[in-house]
């Protein structure tokens, strides 16, 4: 059984950096797709950053392109997120999901397709 843990998060003003990390465990990472999410308070979840730790393939949403980046440590078994300009619609709790499914590229950002999840770290952008 996969095990997800995030950590990093926090409240930062605008325009600051944090770095999100994903621990997993019970399973090495090679053949699993992983997603970051996020979801602001009564909104649906959405996907921000995937991706594919045995090709280092990733990918993004718009709105975080240039301010996000997705790596993964696959000796530490561990998917970190690093966002730097961080803007007030950033804030929300950021998830990081995985599976090992074969899915298409346009359902990387589709939260049904994923069966394991972490339980959240809230990221907060303001003064």
């Known amino acids: 059984q996969l095990q997800l843990v995030e950590s990093g998060g926090g409240l930062v003003q605008p325009g600051g950096s944090l770095t999100l990390s994903c621990q997993v465990s019970?399973?090495?990472?090679?053949?699993?797709?992983m997603s970051w999410f996020r979801q602001a308070p009564g909104t649906a979840r959405e996907g921000v950053s995937n991706?594919?730790?045995?090709?280092?393939?990733?990918l993004y949403i718009q709105p975080v392109k240039g301010r996000f980046r997705i790596t993964v440590d696959n000796a530490k078994n561990t998917v970190y997120l690093q966002m730097i300009n961080l803007k007030p619609e950033d804030t929300g709790v950021y998830y990081c999901?995985?599976?090992?499914?074969?899915?298409?590229?346009?359902?990387?950002?589709?939260?049904?397709?994923?069966?394991?999840w972490g339980q959240g770290t809230q990221v907060t952008v303001g003064t």
């Open positions: 019970g399973s090495t990472l090679d053949y699993y797709s």
């Open positions: 991706i594919q730790p045995r090709t280092g393939d990733t």
């Open positions: 999901a995985a599976t090992d499914k074969h899915i298409a590229v346009w359902d990387f950002f589709s939260s049904e397709k994923y069966e394991y």
